[in-house]
């Protein structure tokens, strides 16, 4: 991509309506993610942490301002551009893991692939490869229901970045694992922003993450009250 | 594929309503496809007892016989008739038809005697295959007469037994016979059953000192033969070869019952549709709730990029694929059911003479089977589940993914 920051965002405003009240969930926020950063969004309940990942992942539209995704305006796409920009661009890790139970690991890691079009030969040597980075090896067959918390995170993770997305977009990623699956996860995710170049950008309240992380950015009231960088 | 998979997966997630719904389409089909053929059954054996036995495709009368039936009312030269049609070759028969009173012991009453040549009137009905018990007529036997089977029960006669006819002849004299019962035919009509004898044509003729002529003349349209065409055909014959006549189809004759038969059915699909609609009802409920317990997952999938068009052919497909194993399943219980009704049939026992639009049923109502048994009650299925799937598969593929991802 170009030089310029993969996510650009401008005085981004995001107002919920809830029955005759307004409730800003961000304001006015700027900030810029640069590629290949490890980033985490901290801050209270309620500070508009998963607003602006759902920003940024072209899940939810801003009320106002701009978010550029690798030079692209996402609010001048229209509903598919923006499904094939979250196919392509994005990935997702979610708290709850959000795997297709009746797939198994191996057909849920494929399955961003499979959607891109990407042929049977190649998805499966680029999967079977993902999933013993992720450290799955010989667990391709096993149904969710199959594995452990933390495996189910690794396969959401294999899942997340089969596509090389531009950034990974992780909502408490570790926030249903015990802490030592925790710390594995995070070991993960970081040797593969490492080596990989994987941009992953975290929203979390988790101690143990922000402690990994190379920038903090606190949210207080729907804005930036601090920018760390480390 | 991988849809496919994931369809067929999604399923058995909770399997005992997908057997449940897939029970109820299977059970719905089942009774359609049964239902179909004892229909069309049903209405075949009224249409054959119709054309086949009482009526023939076309009858050519003499003008104005059809509005005021009259023994002098006749078709002149049925000979020049019978072999025009014969040379077009179309079936046809000539028929003499009279009143008389007819009696047997102190039971008397009123009758259509029909005279006929039985070997030529085979080749256009089968009333002669239709006997109850006793004999068809035989030339060789002028006294010989069949009966309807409640005129025979009015009259307390059977086979073998004599039966007075009077009547007025057409040289004004008083015509009387003494006849004998040689068979009693089975119900076929309210016409026939109550009131109609059968006889040769040469004792019909000295019965009314009726020298020449003829009342009717049957005529039977080729096999696959488009009725209008036919008609035209007979026209052109009965044109070039006698005056004074009139051709008629049997919907010109029975209008009511062509009306009943045409609409028939188109009453069997609606019977289906209405069926089918409690199916669909059942269908909607089940292909909601398994919509509305996987919202999250439908949200992930389309946040990590899957179309809304992918989702919505991922229900439908769920959908096809309960519609087929109904289907498969629906079929093969069909055919045992399929094969009793039309090789055995089922006896309606006291309903058996029942006339409906004065066309009896027969004691044994039997079904029938064409492509229209199996394929009419397969579509509709198909449209009632495609169409009660498509609502919980359009909400499925319209969802917000940041909504769906966090529905609780």
Same mark, same amino acid.
């Given at each position: ?20 009240? %307004? ?23 309620? &500070?508009? =942490? ?19 995704? /690798? ?7 229209? =509903? =598919? ?6 196919? %392509?661009?994005?990935?997702? +890790? ?42 799955? =090896? ?39 694992? %015990? &802490? /030592? ?9 970081? /040797? ?16 143990? +993450? ?15 009250? &601090?920018?760390?960088?480390? | ?34 239902? $179909? ?24 009368? !003499? ?45 008397? $009453? ?29 030339? @060789? ?45 089975? #119900? ?7 009131? $109609? ?8 003729? #000295? ?13 039977? #349209? ?6 209008? *065409? ?8 009965? @044109? ?22 045409? #609409? ?25 709730? *398994? ?25 439908? $497909? ?7 194993? *109904? ?5 093969? *219980? ?58 919980? !598969? ?15």
């Amino acid at each position: 991509m170009g030089e310029g920051p993969v996510i650009s965002l401008r005085d981004v405003s995001k107002v919920y309506r809830q029955g005759s009240v %307004d409730i800003h969930a961000l304001r006015d926020l700027s900030m810029d993610v640069e590629a290949g950063e490890f980033t985490v969004i901290c801050g209270p309940s309620g &500070s508009g =942490k998963t607003t602006m990942l759902n920003l940024i992942g072209a899940l939810d539209a801003a009320t106002s301002g701009s978010i550029v995704l /690798e030079g692209r305006e996402l609010g001048g796409l229209n =509903k =598919k551009e923006l499904s094939e920009l979250r196919r %392509d661009r994005i990935g997702f +890790v979610f708290q709850a893991y959000n795997l297709m139970p009746v797939l198994t690991a191996y057909e849920n890691a494929e399955m961003v692939l499979w959607v891109q079009g990407v042929d049977g030969p190649t998805r499966r040597e680029r999967v079977m490869g993902l999933l013993e980075q992720v450290g799955l =090896k010989g667990l391709e067959d096993r149904r969710p229901s199959e594995l452990s918390g933390g495996q189910q995170q690794r396969v959401a993770i294999a899942r997340a970045i089969a596509s090389n997305p531009a950034v990974v977009l992780a909502d408490e990623p570790t926030a249903n694992v %015990d &802490s /030592e699956t925790a710390e594995t996860l995070l070991g993960l995710m970081e /040797e593969l922003n490492r080596e990989q170049g994987v941009t992953f950008l975290f929203s979390t309240h988790d101690p143990q +993450v922000m402690e990994r992380a190379r920038r903090v950015v606190r949210l207080v009231d729907g804005n930036v009250a &601090s920018d760390e960088r480390r | 594929m991988k849809l496919l998979r994931m369809a067929w997966r999604n399923l058995w997630r909770n399997g005992r309503r997908t057997l449940v719904t897939v029970g109820a389409m299977t059970l719905a089909l089942w009774a359609m496809v049964l239902y $179909t053929s004892l229909m069309q059954g049903m209405l075949g054996s009224m249409e054959s007892t119709l054309l086949d036995v009482e009526l023939g495709e076309i009858q050519i009368h !003499a003008d104005g016989y059809r509005e005021r039936p009259s023994i002098w009312e006749r078709i002149e030269d049925p000979e020049a008739l019978l072999a025009a049609l014969d040379e077009t070759g179309l079936r046809s028969s000539a028929r003499l038809l009279g009143g008389a009173l007819v009696a047997s012991g102190e039971a008397s $009453t009123g009758a259509l005697l029909k005279g006929l040549r039985p070997e030529r009137d085979a080749r256009v009905s089968d009333v002669h295959e239709r006997l109850d018990r006793g004999e068809w007529l035989d030339p @060789a036997d002028a006294s010989g007469v069949v009966l309807g089977y409640r005129l025979a029960r009015t009259l307390g006669v059977d086979v073998g037994d004599e039966l007075v006819a009077l009547s007025q002849a057409t040289d004004g004299s008083m015509a009387n016979d003494l006849f004998e019962v040689r068979g009693v035919l089975q #119900s076929l009509s309210e016409d026939t059953d109550r009131g $109609t004898v059968f006889l040769v044509e040469d004792a019909f003729r #000295s019965f009314f000192a009726l020298e020449d002529g003829a009342h009717q003349v049957i005529v039977r #349209s080729g096999e696959g033969q488009e009725l209008l *065409a036919a008609t035209g055909v007979v026209e052109e014959a009965a @044109a070039a070869s006698v005056s004074g006549v009139e051709v008629r189809t049997w919907r010109d004759l029975l209008p009511g019952i062509a009306n009943v038969l045409d #609409s028939a059915q188109a009453a069997v699909q609606v019977v289906a549709f209405i069926v089918y609609v409690v199916i669909a009802i059942m269908i909607l409920n089940a292909m909601l709730m *398994a919509v509305f317990e996987r919202i999250r997952e439908f949200g992930v999938l389309k946040a990590i990029g899957v179309s809304p068009r992918r989702v919505l052919a991922l229900i439908l $497909t769920e959908g096809a694929l309960q519609a087929a194993l *109904a289907i498969a399943v629906g079929l093969l *219980a069909s055919l045992p059911t399929l094969w009793f009704v039309v090789s055995r049939g089922i006896d309606v026992g006291q309903l058996g003479g029942t006339a409906i639009m004065g066309v009896s049923m027969d004691r044994i109502w039997t079904g029938a089977v064409s492509p229209v048994t199996i394929a009419g009650p397969v579509f509709i299925l198909l449209f009632i589940v495609g169409l009660a799937v498509l609502f919980p !598969a359009v909400k499925a593929a319209r969802i917000s993914p940041v909504e769906a991802i966090h529905h609780q």
